[in-house]
């Protein structure tokens, strides 16, 4: 009984706080209008940044000096520069065989900055800047990119597997199935950082550059589908709160994690998962994205972090299922190699 009691309580107070943090970054901000007269949402948004999810464990401080957050990026910067350096591009063949590792920095796109406050992370609840623990009997699963390591299925996190004898070894995103960075909720993560929203009276369309995941969000009031579809984004119901859209998500799977921290991490499973997001408008070139976890089955309470997205230049088609021959070389170098094994006298 008193978990039924503590878990609204503890959502109510996450999201007050969400909604705190949402009016002091609006300001006096007067939102472009849509022409139902709600605030236009619409265009793409580009969500990279140098701010961890988490603050790191060495860090004491909530917010950066301006100072701090500059020598941060400059050092960014200094990566990158050696990342793309000539010196650094390989021009001779690649043993046969060998590890040919995995992307390069020149594949990647962290980002450049820190967010604007100059938070030192994104989770803003709790105020440790942390994920909350989480409860007896469960654990957070980390795989690697680079070898297998042993496991069971479902594999829940975005990258990385437990092996290669079938593609159900795999993670989501290396079959197409969740981008490692879409969500729900979005968490930034490598590359096509990048998202569109699409808006009418009665919907709004999220669609994400990553896998090309779309969520269709209808805005009329109607109910959750019933508890036993389950879907591997969930499923949205959106309203707006005064000036902010609330888009609140459930019948998550239990093929998904709760709630995936980075590409090769992942905690618990979607069917406890109820998930609350928040979009506002805070400026022309600014969407303030908000979202709160509450599953407390999983973690000991509710965790709610602030992401600013900057206005994007434009999207781009990902064909990942069109194009992943990632997948199919891990399969069939397994099935060679294996092959060859068995071969030998």
């Known amino acids: ?87 650094e591009v390989r021009n001779e063949p690649l043993p046969v065989g060998g590890n040919v ?15 604007d406050d100059q938070r030192t992370s994104l989770i803003i609840d709790p105020p440790s800047g942390r994920l909350p623990s989480l409860k007896a009997g469960y654990e957070m699963v980390e795989l690697s990119l680079s070898e297998d390591r042993p496991g069971v299925r479902p594999v829940r996190v975005r990258a990385a597997g437990i092996g290669a004898d079938s593609y159900e070894d795999r993670g989501l995103a290396e079959r197409c199935l969740v981008g490692f960075n879409s969500g729900p909720p979005i968490v930034p993560a490598g590359y096509n950082q990048n998202l569109q929203i699409f808006q009418t009276a009665d919907h709004v369309v999220i669609l994400h550059e990553m896998v090309h995941d ?24 959106g309203y707006w709160e005064g000036d902010t859209l609330v888009v609140e998500t459930t019948n998550f799977s239990d093929k998904t994690a709760s709630f995936n921290p980075s590409v090769v991490t992942g905690a618990g499973n979607g069917m406890t998962l109820h998930l609350t997001e928040r ?9 303030l994205y908000e979202f709160t ?53």
């Open 1 to 87: 009984m008193s978990i039924r009691v503590f878990t609204p309580i503890a959502t109510l107070l996450a999201l007050a706080f969400a909604s705190q943090v949402s009016v002091i970054a609006q300001g006096t901000f007067e939102p472009p209008r849509a022409s139902d007269g709600k605030p236009d949402l619409q265009g793409v948004w580009d969500f990279r940044t140098l701010t961890p999810l988490q603050r790191p464990e060495d860090q004491e401080k909530a917010v950066l000096t301006a100072e701090e957050a500059a020598e941060l990026e400059s050092q960014e910067i200094t990566r990158t520069e050696e990342a793309f350096a000539p010196s």
């Open 101 to 115: 590792g995995a992307y390069n920095s020149y594949w990647s796109d962290v980002g450049a900055g820190v967010v």
């Open 214 to 237: 779309a969520r269709i969000v209808p805005l009329d009031g109607r109910d959750h589908l019933p508890e036993e579809v389950r879907q591997w984004l969930g499923d949205s119901r």
């Open 279 to 287: 979009f506002s408008r805070v400026a022309d070139d600014t969407l």
């Open 293 to 345: 976890v509450d599953d407390t089955t999983t973690f000991t309470r509710p965790f709610t972090a602030a992401l600013p997205m900057k206005r994007g230049e434009g999207m781009y088609e990902y064909a990942c299922h069109e194009g992943n021959y990632g997948l199919l070389n891990i399969l069939a170098g397994a099935r060679a190699e294996a092959a060859s094994t068995t071969s030998e006298p």
